[in-house]
Nanobody
Framework: QVQLVESGGGLVQPGGSLRLSCAASGFTFSAYNMAWYRQAPGKERELVAGISNSGRSTNYADSVKGRFTISRDNANNTVYLQMNSLKPEDTAVYYC?????????WGQGTQVTVSS
């Protein structure tokens, strides 16, 4: 049974930091590219950051470049999103995604709220 379980979300003040984790099971984690997406109320889901299966290649949305860092630990089947200098516009539900064409898996999401 495939599972992607996100954790680490919560309420943080502007300028603060959070680290999201996504624990994967039920598939060969090291064979899949991983990504974080987010969806704010009334908006479409958007790609935040992606990382190749080896971890050697990453990509980021322009809105988070220089503030967010995606990483992975293939030994422990976990992908991370370190979020620094958080802004109110980063408020959203953050989803973990695993993809290996044509297969995609999604987590259930974790809420991140940036507010004073």
């Amino acid at each position: 049974q495939v599972q992607l379980v996100e954790s680490g979300g919560g309420l943080v003040q502007p300028g603060g930091s959070l680290r999201l984790s996504c624990a994967a099971s039920g598939f060969t984690f090291s064979a899949y590219n991983m990504a974080w997406y987010r969806q704010a109320p009334g908006k479409e889901r958007e790609l935040v950051a992606g990382i190749s299966n080896s971890g050697r290649s990453t990509n980021y949305a322009d809105s988070v470049k220089g503030r967010f860092t995606i990483s992975r630990d293939n030994a422990n089947n976990t992908v991370y999103l370190q979020m620094n200098s958080l802004k109110p516009e980063d408020t959203a539900v953050y989803y973990c995604n695993a993809k290996r064409y044509p297969i995609k898996y999604w987590g259930q999401g974790t809420q991140v709220t940036v507010s004073s």
